[in-house]
Every structure is written in structure tokens, then in C-alpha cells.
């Protein structure tokens, strides 16, 4: 269990090593995205407030930082805790415009907005897009989605939950944008996923 | 400023007191990670980054090192190559400034290389799901010397407008009867973005294709960095009635009599004698401890 911080302690809980540790984090997220729908495993010591996920947390501090805006959806913005440990591990700015969003994290996928209204960068520039980090709860069980495309010999099964509403069709969209879209990176307990705009996911029969 | 010709050797540097692993700053590996990213999301699509200073000059394959300075860590073994050797004093710089800055293993063995950097060619011996190839690439723009405006040739590949690209190679065949490009020869990937493949020479353009290994290009003085995940189709631009073809070689390799690798022409003495060996020299030693011979001849 991890234990339960203390109302000051956003200051505790980072990378006891940020150079190895987000290396680490790194190429676990680099395979993922290489390799969409392989589930790879993720180690760290990251200890975040709740209801932040340490997985999610892994990534924030990884990826983020003064150069790229944050938004957070409600159940994490309501949280002054989990602010203000991104803001002291990673510097990043919290903005309230999901199509601002360099980064998104999502606590509470039941609740989160279309993909279509994160940033998908412009045809000239479609790496200005939003990358989403959803905090699911599996990656082994729920929806069986049929994966192909870049970094998939053939096709891939993959299996999360909880699943965004209308998923196959909001992805479907997203992939039709390409080469705009968001980047999905899918933080389990222990393990992350990668969905890049690239991949076209079916939903698999029976 | 005379940066070339003061050439860099980490053999001989004094070892530095205080440097970061791998050299690089966080803040510089978290933007190239960010743009690795990007770059694997759209294969072959130029993620522009800010080029960081390296302590070597350009040229010598800074935008390379800052891509594998971003993604290595203690567990990999890693292997540099230039044009096919890990001998030459570009390779052993890029590698003694690694281990002096990560302390990671060094392979010269193609098969035990997590990461490789490369120069100018991709390994005989067939990559493997898992690694990693790092290029130096140093024009990474296709379209830059049939249009120079950096706006036009972005708006050009937003709008998969190619045919300019397509005009060049078919003026080629009608000056010479045949594609003359044999370096950097364009490709296509995944149907989407036509992308340099850097200056190998194209025999290697169809490793590109379908490749288990993830494959990253660094720019570092134009500022870019591109990706082609695993399994991602890469095909050579050609014509129905002029297909793509790689380079032949009349003769086998001299030290290790193997037909299906590129060859080097080395000259071996005053009087003009040469011959023609591998340029993957790990390729070749390997051929050659497992009993395969060439003929040797001058
Ligand atoms: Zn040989």
C-alpha cells in the first residue's frame, strides 16, 4: 500500500534518481509507442498524492516540464495536492484549455472529453498536438481491440478498461485526421500502452 | 571559425569532473524524448527540435549523438558505426565519449547491440525486434535541393504534394537511362511522408522496410529528428517502367566471399592494386571466424 502523505509532502514522492529513473520511464514509453498495443512494464518510485496514479505520475515527470502545458481533468484539478506536486517535480504550467494541452492527464476516463477537442496539430506542424495519459485501471481485460499498422507485424490484440465512450469511432475520426490526431500513452498499475494516431483499431468480433 | 578541423578524441581528453549521464542536460533529454515520440507517432514526419551544443562539431554526427544520448541507459550495449566500421576514428569517438559519459557496455557485435548508431549504412546482419538504430543524418529534408524554402518544402509535405520529387528522379532516367541516385535515395513511409533516408547507399534502402528494429534520425544542424517504428512499410520511390533497384556488385567480397553485402573498394598498395571488401567490417570478421573466404586478389 502506499502510504498516505501528509498535507505538505508534495515536496516528497519524485524520481529518487531523475536521470536514471526517467530514463527508465522513457524507454518504456518509446517501446510502448514503438510497439502500439504491447503492454510493457514500468518500474519507478514514484509516490504521488492521490487520486493521481503513480504510473501517470511516472510519465508526468518524465515528459513534462516548463516548456509544455499541462491540463488536468476535474477530478485531478479539484485535487490542490496533485497540482502542486506537478508543479514542484515537473514545473510545468496547468492549463484550462484542453486544446492547449501539450500533455493530458486523465483521471477519470468515464468522464473525459472527445479526443476531437484536444489540440491535433496542423497538417505543417502535427507534432503540436496533445499526447493523453489515461489512468486505466487494466490492461488485460475489457474491450478486445484488433491493432494494426506502424510498429505491428500483422495485427495485435489489446484489451483496456475502462474504455472511452464511443472509442472505435472517436479513434476511427482521430485517425482520419492524420497525420493530426493525439497520441494515447495508457498507464496501468505497473504498466503502460501506447495508441499513436497511426494505429487503426477494429473491434474485435464476439 | 574553423570548427571541422579541429577534430574531437575522447581518448585523449582528460576526464571530465562534472557531466551529467550521457552528457546531455535533463531539460535537453526531456524535448528530444518529446520529439521521439512525435516522430514515432508520424513515421518519417520531421519533428523540428532545439539542437543542443555537443563537444564535438558538426558533422560529426551531433543530431545522432543527442538522440542516443536521450535514450540510453545503463542497461544498453551499445555499437557506433561509420560506414559500415567500428574502427574508424568517427566511431571510436562516439563510442569512448559514451562510455566515458555512461559507462555503458560497447559491442562491435552486431547481434549483441541494444542501441546502434550509424553513419552512412545500416548492419548486414538482419536487426532484431527490441533494437534500437540511431542515424546521423545530415540533410534531413528530401525535398531541400529541389526547394530551398523551408516553408514550401513543410507545406509541401502537408499537402503530399511529391510530384516535384517524382519530376527529378524521371529527368534522371531520361539524362541517364536509369535513377542515377545511389545515396540518399527518397523513400516512402507507410504511403504517407517521403523521407531521407540519410546517406546510405540505397542497397541498404530495403532493410528500411519492414524492419523489426526501431529506426531514429538525428539532424543536429537542421534541427530535426524523424522515426520509423518496427513493421512499418518503407518503399524506395521508382517508376512501374524503371523500378527500384540496389546496387550490384560484379565480384564477392575479397576477405569473406559473401555476394549479398555492399562492397568498399580499398586500395591496398602504390602500384594500384585494390580490392573489394565489406564495408560492415562485423559482418565480414564474423563471415570470416565462421570458415567463409574470399579469394584475395589484388
Ligand atoms: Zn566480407
New binding site residues.
Partial sequence: MQPSLRPESFLEGGFADPVLGGQAVFRCIMQAMAEPGTVQPISHDLQPPEPMTATMAAIAATLCDADTSIWLDATLAANAQVVKWLGFHTGAPVTPRADQATFALVGDIGAMPALADFAQGTDSYPDRSSTLVLAVEHLDRGMALDLSGPGIRDSRTLRFAPVPSDFIAQWAANGARFPRGVDLILAAPGAVACLPRSTRVRQEEG | MNTEARAFDWAEAPAIATYNFAYLDEQSKRMIRRAILKGIAVPGYQVPFASREMPMPYGWGTGGVQVTASIIGPDDTLKVIDQGADDTTNAISIRKFFQRTTGVRTTTATTEASIIQTRHRIPETPLTAGQVLVYQVPIPEPLRFLEPRETETRTMHALEEYGVMHVKLYEDIARHGHIATTYAYPVMVQGRYVTDPSPTPKFDNPKMDQCPALQLFGAGREMRIYAIPPWTEVTSLDFEDHPFAVQAFDRP??????DD?FLDEVIMDDQGGRMF??S?TD??NG??QAGHA?EQET
Fill in positions: 567480397c575479397a576477405l569473406c566471399g559473401a553485402v571488401v565489406c560492415d559482418h565480414c563471415r570470416q574470399g
